[in-house]
């Protein structure tokens, strides 16, 4: 491995956290979690400091480009259409309202890559092509149907017939989704439902495999709006590279309680292994949540569930690559921070207000490793 490392940049008004991945080979990957510093700037003014830290990131990571963006905003009513026009970038754009927890307005998280070539499809799938692979993200998709069972299985729906259009499935190339909803504790057990009944007609079961995923509390621009998802699948991806994460001695499986993804799922190339951990909180394998309202000890065993899965692996929290985390409380903000901050310093990380879907989990934190391997049988990524 070339290179391998954390670095914080000073801009004005805002500062970028930053991994970077570098095998030797052609592409480089960087993810960065781009912070604003002056809470009591208006809106327009930290849009404008997460613009500038943008556009000077890219000057400092020459020949590279986002493939993917998430903007965490306070106040999606107000915001996203600004963002929309700000942001002509052209890659795969989530906008969802998780109001930073720092005091600001906006955060951004983006995944880049060098040596890529990106465009959209005829399908409406954002493409980032390079070598034997197409990789394939959507962001931001919603609709307005009756509630968020039946907007969730008309996503998944269009989704289907999207990767269909570039010769792929849900079952082979899907390999992380991200689920919003609008007020979790009402409208989570529809986008379940709608859920398992898609993957069931799509041949995902508990006896072939499901897909990493993050369900979560968030909100779109539009109130009307209670279920909004992302997605990331790979056209070229061969079936021996895709691999599962279960950690049973620390988790269960999702199934036991009536729902469908993986916890984890790691991918392998020729030099670098990806692995997507989905939304992990503090519950044991059975199933149970664990420390119930004790914000720091369900934190610490959130972390044991994440290590587990990443040692599965072969991978520890240094190869993590970025960090989101999702709380249900503003008044645990400060506690939760203060750990992360001592346990992980430097790591690009956020921490929002995102209820997780079971009341009694306080805390949930989803991430995304990179590792060095060598796999000379396999494709280059």
């Given at each position: 491995?070339?290179d ?18 570098d095998s030797?080979?052609?592409?480089r990957?960087?993810?960065?979690m ?8 208006t809106?327009?003014?930290?849009l ?24 965490f ?6 915001q ?25 307005k ?12 990106t ?7 954002y ?39 570039e010769g ?20 989570y057990?529809?986008?379940?439902r709608a ?32 279920s ?10 061969r ?12 988790l ?9 993804f ?5 991918i ?8 997507l ?12 949540v664990m420390?119930?309202?004790?914000i720091?000890?369900?934190t ?8 587990a ?10 190869d ?5 985390v999702y ?26 207000l ?5 009341p009694?989990w ?16 396999l494709?280059?990524?």
């Open positions: 491995m070339k391998l490392k954390l670095t914080q940049i000073e801009f004005n008004q805002a500062r970028a956290e930053v991994f970077s991945f030797g080979n052609e592409v990957e960087y993810h960065a781009i912070h604003v510093a002056g809470s009591r700037l809106f327009a003014q930290q404008e400091a997460v613009m500038n830290a943008y556009a000077g990131l890219l000057s400092q990571l020459p020949g590279t480009q986002a493939v993917f963006k998430r903007y905003l306070s106040d999606a009513a107000n996203a259409d600004d963002v929309v026009v700000a942001d002509v970038t052209d890659c795969a754009k989530s906008i969802i309202q998780q109001p930073p927890l720092d005091g600001t906006i955060a951004l998280w983006v995944w880049l890559m060098s040596d890529v070539q465009g959209m499809t005829n399908s409406g799938l493409e980032v092509r390079h070598g034997a692979f197409r990789h394939l993200f959507n962001a931001s998709a919603h609709n307005l149907a009756a509630n968020s069972e039946y907007q969730m299985r008309l996503l998944f729906n269009e989704y289907i017939m999207q990767l269909a259009e792929c499935t849900l079952a082979d190339n899907c390999l992380r989704t991200w689920l919003f909803v609008n007020d979790i504790d009402l409208n057990g529809g986008v379940v859920r398992n009944q898609v993957f069931f007609t799509q041949g995902l079961t508990q006896n072939t495999h499901f897909i990493a995923s993050t369900g979560i509390g968030g909100r779109q621009q539009d109130t009307n709006v209670l909004q998802m992302d997605n990331y699948a790979i056209a070229g991806i079936q021996e590279q895709i691999h599962y994460l279960y950690a049973p001695t620390h269960n499986r999702t199934s036991d309680y009536g729902v469908s993986e916890r984890g799922t790691y392998d190339y020729a030099d670098r292994r990806h692995v951990i989905s939304g992990t909180a503090s519950i044991n394998n059975k199933g149970e420390y119930a309202k004790d720091e000890q369900q610490r065993r959130m972390w044991d569930n994440v290590e899965l990443l040692s599965e692996a072969e991978c520890t929290f240094d993590v690559a970025h960090m989101i709380l249900r409380d503003v008044a645990d903000y400060d506690v939760v921070r203060s750990l992360f901050a001592e346990r992980f310093p430097g790591k690009p990380c956020v921490i929002v995102a209820p997780v879907c079971r009694g306080l805390v949930e934190m989803e991430c995304m490793a990179i590792k060095a391997v060598s796999h000379p049988e494709p280059q990524f």
